[in-house]
């Protein structure tokens, strides 16, 4: 299996038969299985590689169209092919999330061509970090504006259509170095802060529309953006640091998403769920 797939979670699409029955008081009552995202419509940022790859190909597999969506338009259409080639639906979309008339657009191309949105994975991000010293307004920008207002513009954007879904999920993808201290990192660690604190505000005030808004907390996943920020060194520091011993493939990400896409989460709003193999416990 290569990296980064999510071929250990789905090997079946979940129109077999229901997995679940339960005893309702003398009547036997059969449970839709709760993690099918069958005619639901997910839009995943960052899609391209990485956790937002994993992810996407995941929700496919569970059922749903899927809108890949990241700055490159040809890597985002390799997510597509392999989402296609194992009989799902995805389109590919170019976004500069930082950029309003690009997000309005990539929620205008999701109407287009799959006529609704039912999840939202804000997923997209920048690792630009810097020094107390280096921190200027061009890079105080660069990650705020993608990190941050790209999932608010997303939101905004998407809300009426998530409204209308009667199934919405917001998930928002922040990190381990939101929650403590990270000397050296005046960017990235308070920009997932910020947006784990947007996670619990848009839930209060967005429950009221049906629309449930989470966060996972990822601790470190083998991906491009962890091999640009350590070294082989570190991170085999930080696996002998994790109670269970590794860091994680990025198919480990699917199945926490998949729980708070769907309606196996339908009472679950406002949280942060970390995911780092123990880490931070
Ligand atoms: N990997 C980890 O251990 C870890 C730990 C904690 C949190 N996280 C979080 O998990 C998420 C995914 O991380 P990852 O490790 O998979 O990162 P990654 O491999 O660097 O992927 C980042 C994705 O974001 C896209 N992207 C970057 N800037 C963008 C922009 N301005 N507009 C639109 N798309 C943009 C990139 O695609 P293009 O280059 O094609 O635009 C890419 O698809 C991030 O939110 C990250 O902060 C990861």
Redesign the pocket.
Known sequence: MPEGTAEPFFRRRFDAEPAHSVDCGGMHERLEPLFDLSDRVAVV????????RAMAIGLAQAGASVVVA???LD?CQLVVDEIAADGGRAVAAA????EPEEVAALVALTIERFGRIDVVVN?????LDRGIDGVDSATFMGAFG?NLL?PLLLVQAARPLLAASGHGSIIN?V??AASAASPGRYLYPPV?AALAQVTRSLARDLAAEGVRVNAIS????R????QKAFDDTTIDRIASATPLGRVADPSEIVGPALFLASDAASFVTGIVLTVDGGFTA
């Open positions: 940022t960052g899609a391209s590689r990485g956790l937002g990241s700055r490159r890597a976004v500069r999330m930082q997923n997209a991000a920048t690792v993608t790209g993808i990190s381990i997932k990822p601790g470190t996943f991906t491009d953006m962890v």
